[in-house]
């Protein structure tokens, strides 16, 4: 990796295969979710744009089956994986991962300022759900057990970090990923993001002082990206670059 990062607009399913045995140490993704089947239409309202679950065209068909050989084989045995999940997926999820993995967990991000709903018929949707993977011996990061609820609250992406253009439908909170990519990772270890998205994983991965793969299929997401992390501060690197040249 000339650079402490490398992204590909690309097809993860076929990018993938590119990467070499058990070079990655995390894969934090936020893969498709599937949720356009439960749409019940535009929700209007005067103050902001319209609702929909139809969130995009790329929230389609997506099995994490598909991408089990795949993660396993570019996995480190030390490595851990932690995927961003809708409830509709969490069941798929654990038949496929939970036989190969030593451990099955979620974790849950608790969104402080979720999408309103006005017609009282159920409950918000403030929760996320975060499926979390590892074998023994994978790469832990904390201190005493108390420092480790499988919760994080945090408010969803808004303010000069929401991208105006494009405007990603689920780009997710830096604050929330650096969280996750601190008691899962180590300095200078590979993260990847198979479904980057504009690159929020990235930004976070680089700014923890890591170093990042993203693949994202649609252009203009990836330009986004691109341009996101190249105003990442490169000095943020010197120490590890410096380390690595002396050893
Ligand atoms: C839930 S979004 C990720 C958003 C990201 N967390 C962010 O903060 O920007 C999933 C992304 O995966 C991309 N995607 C869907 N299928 C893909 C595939 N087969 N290969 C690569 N990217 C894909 C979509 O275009 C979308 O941007």
């Given at each position: 990796m000339e650079h402490n990062y490398e992204i590909f607009n690309a097809d993860?399913?076929?990018?993938?295969?590119?990467?070499?045995?058990?070079?990655?140490?995390?894969?934090?993704?936020?893969?498709?979710?599937?949720?356009?089947?439960?749409?019940?239409?535009n929700m209007k309202f005067d103050w902001r744009s319209d609702i929909n679950n139809d969130l995009a065209e790329w929230d389609k068909n997506f099995d994490p089956a598909d991408f089990k050989n795949?993660?396993?084989?570019?996995?480190?045995?030390t490595g851990n994986i932690f995927a961003?999940?809708?409830?509709?997926?969490?069941?798929?999820?654990?038949?496929?991962?939970?036989?190969?993995?030593?451990t099955f967990q979620f974790f849950v991000w608790h969104k402080t300022n979720p999408v309103p709903k006005f017609r009282k018929a159920g409950f918000l949707n403030s929760c996320e759900l975060i499926v979390c993977m590892w074998n023994k011996g994978h790469t832990w990061n904390f201190g005493k057990q108390n420092e480790m609820h499988n919760f994080f609250e945090s408010p969803?992406?808004?303010?000069?970090?929401?991208?105006?253009?494009?405007?990603?439908?689920?780009q997710k909170p830096v604050r929330l990923l650096k969280h996750l990519i601190n008691i899962a990772s180590n300095k200078g270890d590979i993260v990847l993001d198979p479904f980057m998205g504009v690159a929020s994983t990235g930004v976070a991965a680089l700014e923890m002082e890591r170093k990042f793969i993203g693949i994202e299929i649609d252009k203009e997401y990836f330009e986004a990206a691109r341009r996101r992390l190249s105003q990442i501060q490169p000095t943020l690197f010197s120490a590890i670059n410096k380390n690595k040249a002396n050893e």
């Open positions: 993860s399913s076929v990018q993938l295969k590119e990467l070499e045995d058990n070079s990655v140490d995390f894969i934090l993704t936020d893969p498709p979710y599937n949720l356009s089947k439960y749409s019940t239409g795949e993660f396993l084989r570019i996995l480190k045995p961003f999940c809708s409830y509709n997926l969490i069941g798929r999820w654990h038949e496929v991962f939970d036989p190969i993995f030593d969803i992406c808004m303010g000069p970090e929401r991208l105006k253009k494009p405007k990603h439908p689920t």
